[in-house]
Structure formats: structure tokens, C-alpha cells
């Protein structure tokens, strides 16, 4: 209290404890200046060997105030801002317009790429949501207007191609897009959410792009989200084929091709894509022409054939159901001496051997159109096949008995070999004489 009341001597007072506080550590670390022991009162500092650590006090840490949280944070607010640089679209029609903001995007999409290379940790719901808000941002768009050189639109001029102004920035994001596509770690199950039916449907509506570049790099990210994304697949599928069929609608000829590629890709060891197959088979089918049916229909029949007789239930049913197209069986039946010789075998084997009772049923409605259409056709068939199952038997019945005959020769004509290891022994005629020693 006298201290108060004295400014000079409370002074005085805060120096002198200052050094006596001074002299004291350094007397208590071991030095040789200082005049005098440290007061008994303050107790030395800690060994290191009571700390565990040489040179650091003996103080608990202080208790986190983020952890992990605190740094998944910082990572998505550092990665969505940059996310948000690159929803700013610019106008690309006049080029020298925002150059140096132009630039800035295009160096934050090439960061942004290598970042998702090069991640060591999966992405967050959030930095999902805001990669997939991005892409939409900037790739679903209204396409500009076909710049052409000269004054006149003619058919030469038709066929060239377009380059898109803006695909100095397009082509970084398709490739962000690939990337986060394939990312090992990128959630497909948390992906799902935002990159579903109608974010794949936007991206095929721009394959009405006249940019080819733009469609070569749809056509590798249709393909890797058709391979990550399974719940896509059904849809995926069903847009590609009606693709497919406008193709075919606008030129008939590609029907032929189609089917073909079909046939040499068939899946023979995967009954549900075969019924995949047989689906968008009958939809080409139902487009095609005469003269383009003709060309392939004999390789397209002994594949069908295969497909009846599937111990697969559900396959050979698929298949049995094409002869409900109208158009379908319009063709078969003006081509039918080519197509029932090739598949009255399958016929015939489903109604003698087939386990299931539904294929069965169906398999003789066939038959009976068949019957009804040319009788004498069928009948001819049912002599052949008839005629090959004899054949068939008597090869089987020769092979058999030739078989048993081998095995009754070997049987007959085995006679175990007994190994001698013994010297032999000399004729009794023969004198046996010592050898000399010279």
C-alpha cells in the first residue's frame, strides 16, 4: 500500500526484484557469475530428464482447438473458392475482352486438375457438389453460331469442321472432368447424387456439338461414368441406342453395320447382357430394310438359334419374343427358306429337352407359325434334322464301342515289366578262370 503512495520507491522496488530474479536462474543453470546462492524459496528448473525431452519444460500441450476438422475445413474452403473462380464465364466471341481475367481462369482449371491428380485424400460431399456445379457452369450451354469463311453456305461448306472459340477454356474443363470422373477418390456412392440421370442427359444433348473435339472428349467420359457410375447404366444405355436408331432412321444402310458389330461383340458368357443384346437388336431390326436384313441374316440367325436353346431360361425366352415384331416376322417369313433350316434344330431340341415349361409353350407357338406359313418347309426341316440325330447317333455309338474296344485291347495285352538290378550269370559251358597278376 506505501508502494502506492510512493511512486519513486515502488520504482526502486520492481528494479531490485528484477535482478535478484536475474541472478537466480543464472546461478540455478549453472553459471559462474552472479553473486550468491538463489533464494531457497524458488525451486530449480526441471532435468531433462524429468521432461523427456531435453531443453523443453515440463508443461502440458494445450488442448487442440481444431484438429482434423479444422483442417478438412481449410481444405475445402481453399479448394471450393478456387472452384468458384472457374463458374465466372467469359465471352470468347471477342478475344482480346477480360484476357487477363481469361488467363487467371485457365491457370486455377490447371491447378485445380493437378490437385485432383495428385490427391491423397477423398473428396468431401461438398467439394463433390461444387466440382459438379462447376462443370455444369461452363459446359451446358447454347452452342455460338457457326463462323464460316465466305458469304454463301454450300454443302462444302457444310461439311467442314467447326472449332469452338471458347474451347480454350472447355478443353481444361473436360479434362478436370475426366479426372474427377476416374478419381480413385471420388465416392461413387456420394457422386451419385449429383452426377445422376439428368446431369448425363444434359452431357449427351452436347453431342449436338460441331466441334469435334468436343464429341471425342464426351465419348471418353460417357464411357468411364457408364463404367463407375452403375445406377447410370440403364439410362446410359437406353439414350445411346436411340442414338443409334436416329443413325439408322436418317441412313438405313448403317442397320447392316450395327448388327454386325452386335453379333461380333455378343456376350456369350453373360446371360443379362444377352438380353441386353437381344433388346436393342429388335429395336435396329425394326428399322431395317430388305436388302440390308438379307446381307446379314444368316450369321443373325445362327446366333439367335444359340440364344434359343440357353439354358437360360429368360435368354431363350428373349429370344422366342422377336417373333411377336411384326415387321420382324414380315421378314422372316418372305426369307424363310434361308432362316427356319437354321433354326429348326433349336426348335426342335427345346421342345424334346428343354427344362423350362415356359419356353417350351412359347417354342411351339413358334413352331406352329412356321407350320401355318409353309408346312411342307417344316416338314422337310423335321426329315433333316431327323435324318442328322440318326447320324449324330451312329457317330456317337461307333465312337463308343471303338472305346471299349482300346480299352479291352489294353486291358488284354498289359503285362507288368519286372526290373532285374542282378549281374548275369555265365553259361555252364564256360570255365571261369582267375584273372592273372602280373
Known amino acids: ?44 528448473p526441471p532435468s531433462p530428464r524429468e521432461n523427456g525431452a531435453a531443453g523443453k519444460p515440463n508443461v502440458s500441450p494445450p488442448p487442440p482447438t481444431g484438429g482434423a476438422g479444422a483442417e478438412v475445413r481449410s481444405r ?17 466471341s471477342d478475344r482480346g475482352k477480360d484476357s487477363p481475367e481469361k488467363e487467371r ?14 490427391a491423397e ?22 452452342f455460338p453460331p457457326k463462323v464460316r469463311s465466305g458469304s454463301t453456305a454450300s454443302e462444302t461448306e457444310e461439311d467442314e469442321p467447326f472449332f469452338d472459340p471458347s474451347w480454350y477454356h472447355l478443353q481444361v474443363v473436360y479434362e478436370f472432368l475426366l479426372r474427377f470422373v476416374t478419381s480413385p477418390f471420388v465416392d461413387p456412392k456420394v457422386a451419385r447424387k449429383y452426377v445422376d440421370s439428368s446431369f448425363v442427359s444434359r452431357l449427351l444433348d452436347l453431342f449436338d456439338s460441331d466441334d469435334p473435339r468436343e464429341r471425342d472428349c464426351l465419348k471418353t467420359i460417357l464411357h468411364r461414368i457408364y463404367g463407375k457410375f452403375m445406377g447410370n447404366r440403364p439410362f446410359i444405355r437406353k439414350a445411346l441406342t436411340y442414338c443409334i436408331t436416329q443413325f439408322i432412321e436418317k441412313e438405313p444402310k448403317l442397320a447392316g453395320t450395327v448388327i454386325r458389330g452386335l453379333l461380333k461383340y455378343w456376350p456369350v458368357t453373360n446371360s443379362q447382357k444377352e438380353m441386353m443384346f437381344l433388346g436393342e437388336l429388335e429395336e435396329v431390326l425394326e428399322l431395317i430394310d430388305m ?40 421378314m422372316i417369313s418372305q426369307n424363310r427358306q434361308v432362316i427356319l433350316p437354321l433354326i429348326y434344330p433349336a426348335l426342335e431340341r427345346n421342345t424334346r429337352w428343354h427344362w423350362n415349361q415356359s419356353v417350351l409353350n412359347v417354342t ?23 435324318e442328322e440325330e440318326e447320324k449324330r447317333a451312329a457317330t456317337e455309338e ?24 542282378s549281374f548275369p550269370s555265365p553259361p555252364s559251358s564256360v570255365r571261369l578262370v582267375a584273372p592273372t597278376v602280373t
Open 398 to 421: 461307333r465312337r463308343r464301342l471303338m472305346w471299349e474296344q482300346l480299352e479291352r485291347s489294353a486291358a488284354r495285352g498289359y503285362q507288368p515289366v519286372i526290373a532285374d538290378t
Open 121 to 142: 485424400e477423398p473428396l468431401t460431399e461438398v467439394m463433390i457438389a461444387a466440382c459438379v456445379r462447376m462443370f455444369a457452369v461452363n459446359l451446358f450451354r447454347v
Open 105 to 118: 481462369k485457365r491457370q486455377v482449371l490447371m491447378s485445380l486438375v493437378d490437385c485432383i491428380g495428385a
Open 291 to 330: 436388302a440390308e436384313f438379307q446381307k446379314c441374316m444368316v450369321p443373325l440367325f445362327r446366333r439367335i438359334a444359340n440364344c434359343l436353346n440357353s439354358s437360360h431360361f429368360q435368354v431363350a425366352e428373349r429370344a422366342l419374343f422377336l417373333w411377336n415384331n411384326e415387321h420382324l416376322f414380315d
Open 364 to 386: 411351339m407357338n413358334v413352331r406352329k407359325m412356321f407350320l401355318d406359313m409353309d408346312e411342307k418347309l417344316l416338314l422337310s426341316c423335321q426329315n433333316n434334322f431327323q
Open 76 to 92: 475445402e474452403d481453399a479448394f471450393i473458392q478456387k472452384v468458384n473462380i472457374c463458374c465466372v464465364v467469359y465471352d470468347f
Open 1 to 44: 500500500m506505501w508502494c502506492l503512495l510512493h511512486p519513486d520507491l515502488a520504482a526502486m522496488w520492481k528494479q531490485f526484484m528484477g535482478k535478484l530474479s536475474w541472478k537466480s536462474m543464472k546461478s540455478s543453470s549453472g553459471g559462474s557469475g552472479g553473486g550468491g546462492s538463489p533464494p531457497a524459496k524458488l525451486p530449480p
